[in-house]
C-alpha cells in the first residue's frame, strides 16, 4: 500500500495501493505470562489521495495487541495488516459533510471537550450528544442543539472508571444513590473478594446479623440471582459485577472451621460455585491471609477453581501472604492458571 516502511507489503493489491503516503512508529514489550509479545502501540500517520483524488490526512493507531515471538514479521502481519485495512477503507470511503452541519436536537450536549475513549487512543477535541441513556454522536456538533448543554473547555471527558476491588453490594441497598463511587467518576463495580453477596444461608447471616440489625437491612436472597433482583427493584447507579468468594463458599458450608472438608462437603462447595457462574459471577476470589479463607489448602482450590475453569472465568486473590512467604504465596496462585482461561491472575487487597 505504501511505497516504503511498514505498509510496503500491506495490501498490495488494494486499490489505495502507491496512494498512500505515511509512515509508522511501534512500541511493544515482552508478555511473559502469555509468552507473546504485546504491542502496546502502532500508529500510522500522513494523507492519502482518495479514489476521488481528493487529499485526506488521518492518523491511525492500534495498541494492547498480542502477537507471537516467534514470528519477526508478526507485528507488522498483524498490527500493520490493520492499519493498512483501515486506510485501504478510508481511500474509497464518501467524504461527506461534517457533523456540524446537522441541526439534531439532543437532550444533552458536552461540548469542546478533550476526549478519551477508554481504548488507551490520545484525547481527541470534540463534542458529545446524549439521547436518553445513549451516547448519539461524537464530532464537531456546532450546529446541533439540546436541552442541557455542558461546557467542557479544558476538561477531559471519559468513560466511567472501574473499581476492579469494590465493596458497595450491600451498601447500595442502604444508599442507592452511591454518591462517594459517582463524585469519583466511578460508575462500575466489581465486587467479592473471598466473601461475597452469594451465597447465603443461615451460617452466613449470623455473622452478618450486628451490621443487618444496625441498619435495619433483611437478606431476603440466598443467591445471585435472588440478589440481582433484589438490586433491580432497589435501583443502582452503579453497573455491579461479582466472583463468588471462596471464603463466602466455605462459611456457607463449615462456618468457620479449621479444617478440610470432607468429600461430601467439598461437592456441595463446587456445586454452590457451579451455581453463582451460571448466575453471573465473573470467576471466584480468595481472600487468604484472613479466616476463613485462611483455613483453604491449596487442593481445595484447586479443585473450585476447576470449576470455575469449564465457564472460562477467572481467579483473582488476595495472597496468603505478602511477607517472607510471598514466592510460596505466588507459587500456590499460579497452580490455578492452567485450569483457567488465559491471562487470569488478578492480585487483589
Known amino acids: 500500500m505504501g511505497r516504503d516502511g511498514t ?7 488494494s486499490p489505495a495501493a502507491g496512494h498512500v503516503f505515511a509512515k509508522t512508529g511501534t512500541y511493544d514489550v515482552g508478555d511473559s505470562l502469555n509468552n507473546n509479545i504485546m504491542i502496546t502501540g502502532k500508529g500510522l500517520a500522513g494523507y492519502m489521495e482518495t479514489a476521488k ?7 491511525l493507531y492500534v495498541n ?32 461527506g459533510p461534517p457533523a456540524s452541519s ?28 446524549i439521547e436518553g441513556e445513549r451516547i448519539a454522536a461524537i464530532g464537531n456538533l456546532g450546529a446541533a442543539t439540546a436541552k442541557c448543554t455542558i461546557d467542557a473547555s479544558g476538561l477531559l471527558v471519559s468513560p466511567g472508571f472501574i473499581d476492579m476491588l469494590g465493596q458497595s453490594e450491600m451498601a447500595l441497598l442502604i444508599d442507592n444513590r452511591s454518591l462517594s463511587k459517582l463524585s469519583q467518576g466511578i460508575t462500575t463495580e466489581i465486587t467479592g473478594e473471598g466473601a461475597s453477596i452469594a451465597p447465603q444461608n ?38 455491579i459485577g461479582t466472583y463468588v468468594g471462596a471464603a463466602q463458599i466455605r462459611e456457607a458450608v463449615l ?26 459471577a465473573f470467576g471466584i476470589s480468595t481472600a487468604l ?7 483453604a489448602k491449596t487442593d481445595e482450590l484447586v479443585e ?11 481467579y483473582a486473590t488476595h495472597m496468603r501472604s505478602e511477607g517472607r512467604s510471598e514466592e510460596s504465596a505466588i507459587e500456590e496462585a499460579l497452580q490455578r492458571i492452567p485450569l483457567l482461561a488465559p491471562s487470569v491472575l488478578r492480585p487483589a487487597g
Open 7 to 13: 505498509l510496503y507489503k500491506i495490501q498490495v493489491n
Open 102 to 129: 446537522t441541526n439534531a436536537s439532543y437532550d444533552v450536549i458536552i461540548r469542546n471537550g478533550r476526549i478519551i475513549d477508554g481504548s488507551g487512543n490520545p484525547w481527541i477535541s470534540g463534542d458529545i450528544a
Open 64 to 95: 494492547m495487541v498480542s502477537v507471537s515471538k516467534d514470528d519477526p514479521e508478526a507485528v507488522q502481519k498483524v498490527a500493520g495488516e490493520a492499519l493498512g485495512e483501515i486506510a485501504s477503507a478510508a481511500y474509497s470511503a464518501p467524504l
Open 255 to 280: 462456618g468457620d472451621a479449621n479444617r478440610s472438608p470432607s468429600p461430601e462437603e467439598l461437592e456441595k462447595m463446587k456445586d454452590m460455585v457451579g451455581e453463582a457462574m451460571q448466575q453471573g
Open 53 to 59: 483524488g481528493e487529499h485526506l490526512a488521518f492518523a
Open 304 to 314: 473450585l477453581a476447576k470449576v470455575v475453569g469449564q465457564y472460562g472465568g477467572i
Open 289 to 295: 491471609i484472613y479466616p476463613p479463607g485462611h483455613y
Open 202 to 239: 443461615d451460617t452466613t447471616l449470623a455473622s452478618l446479623a450486628p451490621t443487618l440489625t444496625q441498619y435495619h437491612l433483611t437478606v431476603d436472597w440466598t443467591s445471585l440471582d435472588g440478589y440481582f433482583t433484589r438490586l433491580q427493584k432497589s435501583g443502582t447507579p452503579l453497573n
